[in-house]
């Protein structure tokens, strides 16, 4: 496999492939398991050969979110990434603050963190291990590197974990262990916010027709095409340039917002019909609504931000509503991010636009 990476570069389909490949070898066969593992210890040591096709995986990977989001509007740049590697020269001086403070403790050759608290059904401490006895280390040291850098270097004093909801069990060990170790102040906020699993019709994790795992550019490329033949059904007369690009406004919005109006922890059934309605709480609601305010200050020839204070003329019934719900919105705001609920901005947006609509009838 090497000497084939060294004539091309693979694409992100090779590497899934690949480590489907390599997980179910990995676990039917305990030779290739040991290798595994003796290379990832290689690539943590920095072995140049190892270090060279990771870069690549990464180089691969990395180009395959970028564009993901940039479909999405989501502003990450390289800068903004640190990997794992990143804080792989702290990993040590991680292990022996944890024998300073007196946390560490060796188990079966592992050393681990016995935080309080933590036990297993038949009532066992349950450990933390930071480093494997083959001298490898594992999430929770870097985990526990990154918490020492983001409050240390970047100056957080509040770290928002967002990952799958089964994750929770390793995030409330990690913060007790980290607040043990003086890694992170009191004053300092850690929080995970999980979140839960998208369905399918079966009401089982959402996959392809052929049972694999759907990638996010492929549920993005669907929405678009189906939005496309939503846009051509209602405005035929309309260029396809402009219904594409129409399409993919609305489809790839209509996949975020189901998302985002679900409440975060919980599971949900993803639904194409539901979420391209232009009827309920749905993007393609929000948007016909916006696009109707565009319509109107278009019309007006009026400027964003003209109407600053519309107090002195606010009387009819229908305008008192919109300019109550309009005065909650900063209130909202300090809600969703005081609790990491970006449903209620969800749930918010789609009252205002109902109560929009009244007005707009009125």
């Given at each position: ?38 290379t990832v210890v290689m690539l943590q040591r920095g072995d140049s050969h190892i270090l060279q096709l990771w870069k690549m995986f990464t180089k691969v990977s990395l180009r395959h979110c970028e564009a993901a989001y940039e479909r999405l509007g989501i502003l990450l740049t390289r800068d ?283």
């Open positions: 496999y090497s000497a084939t990476l060294r004539m091309q570069t693979p694409n992100i389909g090779d590497l899934e492939e690949f480590y489907r490949e390599a997980r179910a070898l990995y676990d039917s066969d305990p030779d290739f398991a040991a290798k595994a593992r003796e903004d990434v640190c990997g794992e590697s990143f804080y792989n020269d702290d990993l040590a001086v991680v292990i022996d603050d944890l024998r300073t403070a007196g946390l560490l403790q060796e188990s079966q050759g592992a050393q681990c963190v016995f935080p309080a608290g933590f036990e297993d059904k038949e009532g066992n401490p349950q450990p933390m291990i930071v480093q494997k006895s083959d001298g490898g280390y594992l999430y929770a040291t870097t985990d526990l590197a990154a918490i020492r850098h983001r409050i240390g270097t970047l100056g957080g004093d509040r770290l928002l974990y967002v990952t799958d909801a089964r994750q929770a069990f390793h995030f409330k060990q990690l913060f007790t262990v980290a607040q043990s170790a003086g890694f992170a102040p009191e004053a300092v906020s850690l929080e995970h916010v999980p979140f839960g699993m998208m369905l399918g019709d079966d009401h089982r994790p959402f996959k392809t027709r052929d049972g694999g795992v759907i990638k996010l550019v492929d549920l993005l490329d669907e929405a678009a095409e189906r939005a496309y033949a939503f846009v051509s059904a209602k405005s035929p007369e309309l260029p396809e340039a402009e219904r594409r690009e129409i399409a993919d406004v609305v489809g790839i919005g209509s996949v975020k917002y189901a998302d985002l109006s679900q409440h975060r922890s919980s599971d949900y059934v993803f639904a194409w019909d539901k979420m391209l309605s232009l009827d309920g709480n749905t993007a393609p609601y929000l948007q016909y609504a916006y696009a109707r305010i565009r319509s109107i200050f278009r019309k007006a020839e009026l400027a964003d931000g003209a109407l600053a204070d519309l107090s002195p003329h606010v009387e009819a019934p229908a305008e008192r509503l919109l300019a109550v719900k309009l005065l909650q919105f900063n209130e909202m705001l300090d809600v969703v991010a005081a609790e990491s609920a970006p449903h209620q901005l969800c749930a918010y947006l789609y009252d205002l636009a109902g109560a929009f609509m009244g007005f707009y009838e009125a």
